[in-house]
């Protein structure tokens, strides 16, 4: 009666509702992750990504041990080498959790005919990384929102589930079974390099279960009080990190809310409840760009909004070089993009920073700037990313037409005292703060310090790309 838990990213085994659900039909439940040449392949996958998804690996093996049972490992497309797994096993069933990813939606869709060929059960529609399916929140007219602050009232106004048990007592497989396995294609977990892929610095978040619950109480018990106010300063450690674990499903989301709810219940003023509730709406955009994708799987490939369909950008190679490398002569925007290379994560305002200047003031489409993201990021995710650079290009669901970010005031806004710039441009370290800031630095100056000259003019680029908006529109 043995069934087959396909672990994708819900690398965890608290809180794992289709886990949960495949424990309470039988005892004998072993996990399997399938390392997919189809995803591991792809020119776009971080180094960095790679490593703290086999770290959260290593650790799901041994919870998998100490509750019993065990995780298996295969390689291959996963349409053939899932069923070829259960069936070598006897499987009953093959439980997974679903996903909004258009490649995910179709695997998982030749996934089930090949298990019904076989007369294998598999567990329906169940969204465990998301609080609320997507069917679950659409407009008065059933349609599926494309603007936030509509989809948050009716979202936050739901009842959400509580956390569910774990995998117990488990019952492992025999050697007998071990051995099917094998020749079914189950290997030792390899490493990060044994797969090509080479991070040398240090993890700056610490994959796996115990080290996401761990963030999480110490973010919802200190932080998050003070979040609306320090969330937008990036030298200042104030947003919760846990990206990477909501993206791999280190953690279990209901397991986020129930912290979030409780951190409620202690906090003793108007001003902590509204940090609290700042953070609930980050996770509610979380769902808003997953629901999105899911509901317009198109999003993936261009531009939501008509506007910026066929919109003409420069797609200069040497100035999109220059973002990558973070010599763009703009201070702020560069101090972002070695942030990101160095450390394969970004505080968001940043984000926000270096997109906008990518598209509107070097004029280059955003999905080069996606697809760089994507390939450097700890937390990258299809979803998310692709919501905050549709959002940064004003080419996605965002109800204000265009907005342009000043790298200077955005400087000066958030980075007040010049603390994140000199940590990341140590070249500038000597600047006077007000000059660092405005990026008012004199043509000497900067060749002094090894530093470039701004290799775009804001003002003039901003201009140019209203007029091509304006003539786009019309
Ligand atoms: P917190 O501020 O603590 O937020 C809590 C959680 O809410 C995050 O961990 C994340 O899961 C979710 N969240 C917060 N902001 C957003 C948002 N704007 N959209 C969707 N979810 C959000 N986030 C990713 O997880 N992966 C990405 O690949 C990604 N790419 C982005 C690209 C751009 C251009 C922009 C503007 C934003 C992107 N974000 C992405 C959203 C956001 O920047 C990160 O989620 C956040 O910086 C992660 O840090 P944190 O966990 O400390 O966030």
Same mark, same amino acid.
């Given at each position: 009666?043995l069934i087959?838990?396909?672990h994708?990213?819900?690398?965890?085994?608290?809180?794992n509702?289709g886990l949960?659900a495949a424990?309470?039909?039988s005892?004998?439940?072993?996990g399997v992750?399938?390392?997919?040449p189809?995803i591991?392949?792809r020119d776009d996958?971080?180094?960095?990504?790679v490593?703290?998804?086999?770290?959260?690996l290593?650790?799901?093996?041994?919870?998998?041990?100490?509750?019993?049972?065990q995780?298996?490992?295969?390689?291959?497309n996963p349409?053939?080498?899932?069923?070829?797994?259960?069936t070598?096993?006897n499987?009953?069933a093959?439980?997974?959790?679903?996903?909004?990813?258009?490649?995910?939606?179709e695997?998982?869709r030749?996934?089930?005919?090949s298990l019904?060929e076989?007369?294998?059960?598999?567990?329906?529609k169940?969204?465990d990384?998301l609080?609320?399916?997507?069917?679950?929140?659409?407009?008065?007219?059933?349609?599926?929102?494309t603007?936030?602050?509509?989809?948050?009232?009716n979202?936050?106004s739901k009842?959400?589930?509580?956390?569910?048990?774990?995998?117990?007592?488990?019952i492992?497989?025999t050697?007998?079974?071990?051995?099917q396995a094998?020749?079914?294609?189950?290997?030792p977990?390899?490493t990060?390099?044994?797969?090509?892929?080479?991070w040398e610095?240090?993890?700056?978040?610490?994959p796996g279960e115990?080290a996401?619950?761990?963030?999480?109480?110490e973010?919802?018990?200190?932080?998050?009080?003070?979040?609306?106010?320090?969330?937008n300063?990036? $030298?200042v450690n104030g947003t919760s &990190?846990? =990206? @990477?674990?909501?993206?791999?499903?280190a953690?279990g989301i +209901?397991?986020?809310?129930k912290a979030?709810?409780?951190?409620?219940?202690n906090s003793?003023?108007d001003?902590?409840?509204?940090?609290?509730?700042?953070?609930?709406?980050e996770?509610?955009?979380?769902?808003f760009?997953q629901h999105?994708?899911y509901?317009?799987?198109?999003l993936?490939?261009?531009?939501y909004?008509?506007?910026f369909?066929?919109?003409?950008?420069?797609?200069?190679?040497?100035?999109?070089?220059?973002?990558?490398?973070?010599?763009?002569?703009?201070?702020?925007?560069?101090?972002a993009?070695?942030?990101?290379?160095e450390?394969?994560?970004m505080?968001n305002?940043?984000?926000?920073?270096?997109?906008s200047f990518?598209?509107?003031?070097?004029?280059?489409?955003?999905?080069l700037?996606e697809?760089?993201f994507?390939?450097?990021l700890i937390d990258g995710?299809?979803? $998310?990313n692709n919501?905050?650079w &549709?959002? =940064? @290009?004003?080419?996605?669901m965002?109800?204000?037409?265009? +907005?342009i970010?000043n790298?200077a005031?955005?400087?000066?806004?958030f980075?007040?005292?010049g603390?994140y710039?000199?940590?990341?441009l140590?070249e500038?370290r000597?600047?006077?703060?007000?000059?660092?800031?405005?990026?008012?630095?004199?043509?000497e100056?900067?060749?002094?310090?090894?530093?470039?000259?701004?290799i775009?003019?804001?003002?003039?680029q901003?201009?140019?790309?209203?007029?091509?908006?304006?003539?786009?529109?019309?």
């Open positions: 009666d087959l838990f396909w994708r990213r819900d690398l965890r085994i608290s809180d509702t949960a424990r309470s039909q005892q004998k439940v072993v992750f399938c390392l997919d189809n591991l392949e996958v971080a180094a960095v990504r490593t703290y998804m086999i770290g959260c290593q650790q799901l093996q041994q919870r998998y041990a100490e509750a019993g049972s995780l298996l490992i295969i390689q291959g349409t053939q080498a899932i069923p070829k797994l259960a070598a096993l499987a009953r093959v439980f997974w959790n679903w996903d909004v990813e258009p490649y995910s939606q695997r998982d030749t996934v089930i005919e019904q076989k007369g294998i059960a598999f567990l329906e169940n969204w990384q609080l609320h399916a997507p069917e679950d929140i659409v407009t008065g007219a059933n349609q599926p929102y603007v936030y602050s509509p989809f948050w009232r979202w936050s009842p959400k589930a509580e956390p569910v048990a774990t995998l117990q007592d488990a492992a497989l050697a007998a079974e071990q051995e094998k020749q079914a294609g189950a290997i977990l390899p990060a390099k044994d797969l090509g892929f080479n610095n240090e993890l700056v978040i610490a115990a996401a619950q761990e963030r999480l109480e973010f919802t018990q200190n932080a998050i009080n003070e979040y609306k106010e320090q969330r300063f990036p $030298a &990190q846990l =990206s @990477a674990a909501l993206k791999f499903g953690i +209901r397991t986020v809310w979030t709810k409780e951190a409620l219940e003793r003023s001003e902590v409840e509204t940090s609290i509730v700042g953070w609930q709406q996770l509610a955009w979380r769902e760009y999105a994708l509901n317009f799987p198109e993936a490939i261009g531009a909004r008509e506007t369909k066929n919109f003409p950008y420069d797609n200069n190679e040497e100035h999109f070089q220059a973002w990558c490398e973070g010599r763009t002569g703009y201070p702020i925007v560069d101090a993009m070695r942030q990101m290379n450390l394969g994560w505080h305002r940043c984000r926000m920073i270096v997109a990518l598209t509107k003031d070097l004029l280059i489409d955003p999905r700037g697809k760089y994507y390939q450097r995710d299809i979803s $998310a919501g905050g &549709q959002w =940064s @290009a004003s080419s996605g965002d109800p204000k037409p265009v +907005r970010f790298p005031s955005q400087a000066q806004k980075d007040p005292e603390e710039i000199r940590e990341w140590p500038l000597s600047v006077d703060t007000e000059f660092l800031i405005s990026g008012n630095i004199s043509a100056e900067r060749d002094a310090l090894g530093y470039p000259m701004p775009v003019d804001h003002k003039k901003q201009r140019i790309f209203k007029e091509r908006y304006q003539q786009q529109k019309s």
